[in-house]
């Protein structure tokens, strides 16, 4: 649903705005890059997510009479910068990865080439999205890569911090693998499988456990899974469960699942197997829930749990160290057609952007397909050579020299000069597309504990460049602290 989201702003990035508009500014191209500093989870890879709704934002961008108001009212910006917000339109050109792309830290998720000032307003929703997006997905895939062949249906709603943030996730868990959800709203906006049976309090609103059982089969004899765990799992949910079973045969149908939300999820699980399969029926699948995580579900496949399905939702939508911590800093400014690189030298060595107006690029081992490594390099270097060698920057004798790869740059247009220009999938599309991508990661880029650390490194050019302009601003320090000095002296 198209929404007017141009307010959610940061208050400084209208008033940098009116000094930009106040100094003659606004025509001034500026070069801004997303990225975030450290892979989500502590793990050792993130899941693009959150381009469609920076889509629906800019196609929508534009200030009302109402907003112009507000702002009028607070005192702080003149009439003739007002009018120039209320005529705004985007008209710049942002490039992105494509969702449900493995993406990683300190490199150019999302590039905006816009007049400053468009690009600065769109910086906070922006982000905003980029985090939820990223979080999201990134907290799934990483479920349903510890799940396997298991389907994993997303049923987070009722945990979720809003709302809009419920729908949100749930369209990123399908993007990031699952097969369905419980939120019946992201279903209808978005297209996606809906999945759920029934809770604890409808068993408890019948007389009986069995009574309960039996009416749901009666009204969904086709698609029919029972709830097992209201009292007691073993002596009642599953003899239950069992009885159904028969109920239906008998009726021409077949009992399609049972749900396990509580206790030692390895034993009930075998236990309740070897009940149906003696039984005979061996055609009821289990689904076990209960604030399952990437470690619960590995260790469960180790103990031989036989899991048909999984039910997840915390996790997705509430996961542990969920900040992804994206940021969006100003890379070069366009000065007389030629792109002039800007750096913020932080006294913290990790908050040093990388400057420049750049492209990312991934390389692929053309025997295994696997990806070797990103190299982020400014946008007019030939990178297309036989053999290339991948620096560490952080670490330059640390290198690897590749042969015999292909190239593939990450970022795709999508908005060219104000208009779009990408054609967004659909969500099950981004499904399949996340599911081929993460079969190029090597599966030690992907392991729980201590996973190997994926390459993204800067060509020398930039590396240079970076390097350079962090010695100009030190220079500009010391230059400062010589000028204290003598202020003293004097």
């Keep these: 649903m198209e929404r007017n989201l141009t307010m959610m702003t940061d208050l400084y990035e209208l008033t940098m705005s009116q ?94 080439k816009a007049p400053i000032i468009e690009a600065q307003i769109i910086e906070t929703i922006l982000l905003s999205y980029l985090n939820a997006g990223i979080c999201y997905t990134t907290a799934a895939k990483r479920v349903v890569e510890a799940a396997g062949n298991i389907p994993i249906s997303e049923f987070g709603a009722r945990r979720a911090l809003g709302p809009e943030t419920a729908v949100n996730a749930s369209e990123c868990a399908i993007v990031g693998g699952c097969s369905s959800t419980s939120n019946v709203l992201a279903g209808e906006e978005k297209n996606i499988p809906i999945s759920g049976t029934f809770a604890h309090s409808y068993v408890t609103s019948f007389p009986t456990e069995y009574e309960s059982f039996i009416a749901y089969a009666d009204i969904y004899p086709n698609n029919c899974t029972l709830l097992v765990d209201t009292y007691d799992v073993l002596r009642s949910g599953v003899p239950n469960a069992i009885k159904t079973a028969q109920y239906l045969r008998n009726k021409g149908y077949e009992l399609k699942a049972i749900r396990i939300d509580s206790g030692d999820l390895a034993y009930l699980s075998k236990e309740a197997r070897r009940m149906f399969d003696e039984a005979g029926f061996p055609q009821v699948k289990i689904c076990i829930s209960n604030g399952l995580t990437e470690r619960t579900i590995r260790s469960l496949k180790e103990q031989m749990a036989p899991i048909d399905l999984i039910g997840l939702g915390d996790n997705i939508v509430l996961p542990d160290k969920a900040r992804v911590g994206c940021v969006y800093k100003l890379g070069a400014m366009n000065i007389n057609g030629e792109y002039v690189s800007k750096i913020k030298a932080s006294n913290d060595a990790a908050k040093a952007i990388t400057p420049g107006y750049k492209r990312v690029y991934r390389f692929y081992d053309k025997d295994t397909g696997y990806a070797l490594g990103d190299v982020v390099a400014l946008y007019n270097e030939n990178i297309a050579k036989k053999k290339f060698t991948l620096i560490d920057s952080n670490n330059e004798s640390n290198t690897l020299t590749i042969k015999n790869y292909r190239i593939r740059e990450l970022q795709v247009p999508i908005f060219v000069n104000g208009e779009l220009v990408y054609e967004d999938p659909s969500i099950l599309e981004k499904r399949d597309y996340c599911t081929r991508e993460m079969d190029t990661l090597y599966p030690e880029v992907k392991r729980e504990e201590n996973p190997h650390a994926y390459y993204v490194d800067l060509t020398r050019k930039l590396l240079e460049l970076k390097k350079a302009l962090i010695k100009e601003a030190k220079s500009q320090q010391v230059e400062y602290d010589i000028d204290v000095k003598l202020q003293k002296e004097l």
């Design 19 to 112: 000094v930009y508009f106040s100094k003659g500014k606004e025509k001034e191209e500026a070069v801004f890059d997303a990225f975030f500093r450290k892979n989500p989870f502590d793990k050792g890879y993130g899941v693009m997510g959150g381009i469609n709704h920076i889509i629906d934002y800019i196609k929508n961008f534009h200030f009302t009479d109402e907003d112009i108001d507000y702002l009028r009212s607070k005192g702080m910006f003149t009439e003739d910068f007002l009018k120039y917000l209320r005529n705004l339109k985007f008209t710049g050109s942002i490039y992105a990865i494509p969702d449900g792309t493995p993406v990683f830290a300190n490199e150019p998720i999302v590039t905006v």
